[in-house]
């Protein structure tokens, strides 16, 4: 019984928590097809057109007029696209009206025309500097997702935090903190297969995440549920002797009671003695004395039901234990992941079937 009440924990690991933390916007850089492309060769004409309609630009911007400039501009930097003053032009202009984004296309495309000057480092530094941080590779959207499946594991949700951070992946798939998130939130759902392949792809992402150790833990476990299959023929072949089919299969309570409603029979049924005798003279205070004793012989009235009664019990724990058997088999197996410190339970007795041997394990302790 001691140990019946003690199995379910000796210690616990700790809750196990999501990632919370999203990359911080970092400043804007040149993208590398600004900076790396070619520039087609441009006709006469066209130069000579392009250069007329920069100095009508530049006329107008001396007036005010940025709206007219910037349009003269954009029709040069047509006619014209290897012209550096024109597109470093275009990018003031734009800047001046507000259009960040155009601006710093056209400093990058400066930069890329300006080579390795220091005009195109300056240009470059102040793109940095104008244009708003992002995450590369990681869309504002997915963020809002990600703190929305946050929320969603929070109030209990697992569901729609599971949605949420597949619709992160999806817009994300560099982004490994989703992959570990969403891990952990199948492993709630008890989704094997799915919460197996979120962790593997998280290592892949980040080989050498703070939670290396754990994630590779929790992979192992994952892979060692839904292992243990138990066979019906031994869980009824063992359970013919009471209780052992249920320690086979790990149900030790049904199988400890089993133990006790036969061994309860069989003891009561020797244990319950009448004694016949007869006797020469008569008895004083209902006993014969020894020396008057004839004859005597002892009965165990109970012996006969115990024996049935402990038969009635093996025959009916080992079809029991046999469909215990298939109905562990049929289920999908439930997963509970270990929390950062060791766990140590104990366990209860068990049978275990290795090939042709079976191991009886009475008491077990389990990291």
Sequence with gaps: MLVLLLWPAVGSGQGIELRRQVPPPEPRDCPAEYLEHSVPAVGDADAREAARLTTAATHAAILGDHDQARQLLARAAEL????????????????????????????????????DSPDAR???????RIAPPTRPGIPDQAVARFEAALEAYAAGAHS??????????????????????????????????????????????????????????????????????????TAFAVGLLPGAGHFYTERPLVGTLLVAVAGGALVAGVAHEVTHVQCLGIPQNGTCPPDQILS???????????????????L??????????RRHNAREPEIRLSGRDTVVRLRPPAMVQRGANLDIALLRLEL
């Design 122 to 128: 300056e240009a470059r530094e102040h793109v940095r």
């Design 316 to 325: 009916l724990g080992a079809i029991d234990a046999a469909r215990g058997a």
């Design 296 to 314: 005597q012989h002892v009965e165990r009235p109970l012996l006969g039901p115990g024996v049935a009664v402990a038969a009635a019990a093996s």
């Design 80 to 115: 014209d696209p290897s012209a550096e003053n024109v597109a470093f032009l275009l990018a003031r202009t734009l800047e001046e009206l507000g259009e960040v984004e155009r601006a710093v296309s056209e400093y990058c495309r400066f930069a890329g025309l300006a080579g």
């Design 160 to 233: 729609a935090a599971e949605l949420d951070l597949s619709r992160v992946v999806a817009a994300a798939p560099g982004w490994a903190s989703p992959y570990y998130n969403r891990a952990i939130i199948r492993a709630a759902l008890n989704q094997r297969d799915p919460a197996l392949a979120d962790f593997e792809r998280f290592l892949e992402l980040e080989p050498e995440a703070p939670e290396r150790e754990l994630v590779t833990r929790w992979i192992r476990e994952l892979q060692e549920v839904g292992a243990v299959h138990y066979s019906p023929g």
